[in-house]
């Protein structure tokens, strides 16, 4: 996992490198806040951490931002009494998406910037998928469609969630950005109340067990390199 420490974070003095790691971190996001490309060195400066310590904990660009996204550790978006049907359980999801990217929204930018660079250090959470799997965690198992219709569904849910779709609302359409926030989540609606109507087509996205099995077998490989 992305959020596993460093062999030299294991060792002793844990708490003193657990303050030295959340320093590092919290250091990074206020840099991207500001809308600054991050990297080891510029988070070790910022944090008045020597670069050799720095990369102690973070080998790598990535690492560093990895750790520094603001969605990293949100397992699910459900809340604790999450409701049963579909159309409750997909716009609790999508509301709670929303307003962690609203509250995010400059390091949601940055990322979004730093992610369409194509620069293979960086491959960063943007293009890992994990709103796809809080959307599907909402819809799995409560609605009548197939595993390959629901990974449609899910990825066209996703297409109108999140910093991209904001982004355009925002800055193209001029919205504010509470109204684009309830179109957001009037737009998943739409598309799970079409969904059921009408199938949507296949597109070579799988979702659930299957696709989880994956995501899970790939990691412990990347363990084991």
Not at 38 to 64: C, G, H, M, N
């Amino acid at each position: 996992m992305n959020t596993m420490s460093t062999p030299y974070e294991e060792g002793g003095r844990s708490q003193q490198k657990r303050r030295t790691r959340e320093e590092l971190v919290a250091a990074a996001r206020r840099l991207v806040a500001a809308g600054k490309t991050v990297t080891v060195e510029d988070a070790a400066t910022a944090a008045s951490i020597s670069r050799t310590t720095a990369y102690r904990y973070f080998p790598t660009k990535r690492s560093l931002l990895l750790a520094a996204h603001p969605e990293m550790q949100q397992a699910s978006m459900l809340p604790q009494n999450a409701p049963d049907d579909a159309a409750g359980r997909l716009d609790a999801v999508v509301a709670a998406f929303t307003a962690m990217v609203l509250d995010t929204e400059a390091q949601q930018r940055t990322m979004l910037r730093l992610s369409l660079d194509h620069d293979s250090e960086t491959d960063l959470p943007l293009r890992q998928g994990r709103a796809i799997n809080w959307i599907n965690e909402a819809l799995e198992g409560r609605v009548p469609l197939s595993d390959s219709e629901l990974g449609a569904l899910v990825v066209a849910v996703r297409a109108t969630t999140g910093i991209e779709a904001l982004v355009w609302l925002v800055d193209i359409a001029g919205l504010s950005r509470p109204d684009a926030r309830k179109l957001l989540r009037w737009s998943a609606q739409a598309l799970l109340a079409a969904a059921i109507s009408e199938p949507p087509p296949e597109v070579g996205h799988r979702s659930g067990a299957a696709r989880r099995l994956e995501h899970i077998d790939a990691s412990e490989q990347n363990q084991t390199v």
